[in-house]
Nanobody, 126 residues
């Protein structure tokens, strides 16, 4: 059973950098063909994908947040970390880490999450 656990501050001041870590058990973050993602949900809104780090170490970010987002990993700790700079109150929400992969039925390929962390509330406020 794969488990993901987010950790980090619950309160961040505007203009600071938010850093959240996700510790993974039950699988290696270098396992082939898996993507390790960060997803958030602002209050009253839908889920927003922020970016991922792939099994290979390649990263990809949401174009709307690319200038403020980076994701790194520590393979010795089996952990990956989100850094979101210059935060504002609009960055408030529940942040999730997740594992996702491609599924390819006969109708075509798509990507989906198979494991989620429990989520962690982040509030940006002075």
């Amino acid at each position: 059973q794969v488990q993901l656990q987010e950790s980090g501050p619950g309160l961040v001041k505007p203009s600071q950098t938010l850093s959240l870590s996700c510790t993974v058990s039950g699988d290696s973050i270098t396992s082939d063909y898996y993507y390790w993602s960060w997803i958030r949900q602002p209050p009253g809104k839908g889920l927003e994908w922020l970016g991922h780090i792939a099994w290979s170490g390649t990263t990809y970010y949401s174009p709307s947040l690319k200038s403020r987002t980076s994701i790194s990993r520590d393979t010795s700790q089996n952990q990956f970390t989100l850094h979101l700079s210059s935060v504002t109150p609009e960055d408030t929400g529940v942040y999730y880490c997740a594992r996702d992969q491609y599924y390819c039925p006969s109708s075509g390929c798509y990507r989906g999450v198979d494991y989620w962390g429990q989520g962690t509330q982040v509030t940006v406020s002075s």
